[in-house]
């Protein structure tokens, strides 16, 4: 079997500079879900035709796909499959043709197409010449109806501008996914006339022309009615989104994760989860993202390109991003970790603490209103409140190391490029612009005077 999504349509009603099948569905392109589909037949060869701003979606998805591209953007679904035509005009099998807009189509109901297609030609000696996706709709408004004769084949496909006020009652719609013959297809879509009405050429036209040169045309009902539902407008990728994200949070559910207030969650479709995971309302697990077994993810908690190992808790309202997090280790509440940082086992990053490009390692601490960057902290490191890594001079970003079971007091500024050694010692308030060898201790501070009575005399005064 060949495949050839089409997705050069200009997505008029999507009102938007950007091609219809590049807008995004929980972090990728609406074309990625279709294409994710096709490829779990594993056809042998896929190609997708293009034109709308073309070169945005040969970018993202790169070349292991065949491109054509259809020069009139306005030619219609008939017009994209012709421009394709040197894909499939000499191949002597089943080609599915896939709307580029259809981001709910499993792999499995097409797979259910391709027996039904054989079940057909073993059992009643009958060849179609196509196969198309329907579902019954309650309200079919803008879809294609499908009209059948009394034996159920496929008379034709009407358009919704061209169906007749009887026709419009017809419930039963094109799901915009079908397998056809190419020997025939190729007789039928050459004598397709553009519509009157738009001058576009419909591929669904196809069907009413096969029809009358005697081929069989079928449907195939999909199991659930939403998997046909095209995307073509904003508020149309909102609801297809909403029903792949609640299929993918079940799908997690059933393997063994909670998920608490699953409406507010956003999973995208990379992430693992990796059992007994617990999240909590409002989180976003982003890109692709590793979770371990038994995490606790916080309410309001963004992870996006991280690995969370065994065991670690997000607490609420922090952002982990491209990092990695080890079993164990506590980050937040309100805690920011970026950029390539690692949290070693069983260390705390806590409350207002932003870790940058650092390493943490087991056991080290730092809880509360700190912010670490470009650091390599090694284990059993105390990072007291409010200590900041002074990592940029205003020209470049410069390293600093701590080394194992040092101290660093509250409020002190690490001035890098420096180097803190084992178990040493930095008193609260120190600004440390030089090596602290291992085992010293190093305070930097005005001296402290008391003043016998000043403070009362001094509030006197104010007032
Ligand atoms: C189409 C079907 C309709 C079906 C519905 C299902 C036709 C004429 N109608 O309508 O019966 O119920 O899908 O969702 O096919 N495209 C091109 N080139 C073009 C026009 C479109 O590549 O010139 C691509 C679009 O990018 C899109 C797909 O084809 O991915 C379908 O086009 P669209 O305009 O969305 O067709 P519908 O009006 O939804
Ligand atoms: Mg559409």
């Not at 084949?153 to 919704?160: D, I, M, R, T």
């Amino acid at each position: 079997m060949r495949a050839l999504v089409l997705a050069a349509g200009l997505g008029t009603r999507f009102i938007s500079e950007k091609p219809k099948v590049m807008h995004s569905i929980l972090g990728k392109p609406m074309l990625w879900y279709v294409l994710k589909a096709v490829k779990g037949l594993n056809p042998e060869s896929i190609a997708l035709v293009v034109g709308y701003k073309s070169e945005q979606i040969k970018n993202y998805f790169g070349d292991s796909y065949l491109y054509f591209h259809q020069s009139n953007p306005k030619g219609g679904t008939g017009d994209a499959v012709l421009s394709a035509i040197e894909f499939w005009r000499n191949y002597e099998g089943y080609m599915l043709v896939i709307n580029g807009d259809s981001p709910l189509v499993r792999t499995n109901t097409i797979k259910g197409m391709l027996r039904y297609i054989h079940l057909v030609e073993e059992y009643e000696s009958i060849k179609l010449s196509a196969l198309l996706l329907s579902a019954q709709l309650p309200d079919p408004t803008g879809y294609g109806r499908v009209v059948k004769d009394q034996e159920g084949n496929v008379l034709k496909v009407v358009e919704e501008k061209d169906a007749s006020s009887e026709e419009k009652l017809i419930k039963e719609v094109n799901g915009g996914v079908y397998l056809f013959y190419c020997p025939h297809l190729l007789e039928a879509l050459f004598k397709v006339k553009p519509s009157q009405k738009t001058g576009e050429v419909y591929l669904t036209e196809v069907f009413r022309i096969m029809a009358q040169m005697g081929y069989t045309v079928r449907s195939f009902m999909a199991e659930d009615p939403t998997e046909i539902l095209g995307a073509n407008t904003r508020w149309e990728l909102s609801i297809a989104e909403n029903v792949i994200r609640l299929g993918i949070l079940q799908g997690w559910a059933e393997k063994g994760n909670t998920l608490h207030q699953p409406e507010s969650l956003w999973i995208e479709p990379e992430v693992e989860l990796q059992g007994d995971v617990e999240v909590y309302p409002d989180a976003m697990l982003i890109g692709n993202t590793k979770i371990g077994k038994g995490v606790k993810i916080g309410k309001g908690s963004i992870v996006e390109n991280s690995i969370v190992e065994d065991g670690a808790i997000i607490e609420a309202y922090s952002i982990v991003r491209n990092s990695h997090i080890k079993a164990g280790a506590i980050v937040g509440p309100f805690a920011h970790v970026r950029e390539k940082s690692l949290i070693g086992k069983e260390s705390h990053v806590g409350n207002f603490v932003e870790v940058k490009k650092s390493f943490l390692g087991e056991r080290t601490k730092a809880k509360h209103l700190a912010y670490i960057g470009d650091a390599e902290i090694e284990e059993d490191v105390n990072v007291g409140a409010g200590v900041v890594f002074a990592n940029f001079d205003g020209k470049r970003k410069h390293p600093s190391y701590v080394g194992k079971g040092a101290f660093i007091g509250s409020n002190s500024l690490i001035v890098a490029p420096v180097r803190i050694g084992s178990y040493s010692f930095v008193a609260g308030g120190s600004v440390i612009t030089k090596d602290v060898p291992d085992g010293d201790l190093a305070i930097s501070r005005p001296k402290l005077k008391i003043l016998k009575d000043k403070g009362k005399k001094k509030l006197q005064d104010l007032r």
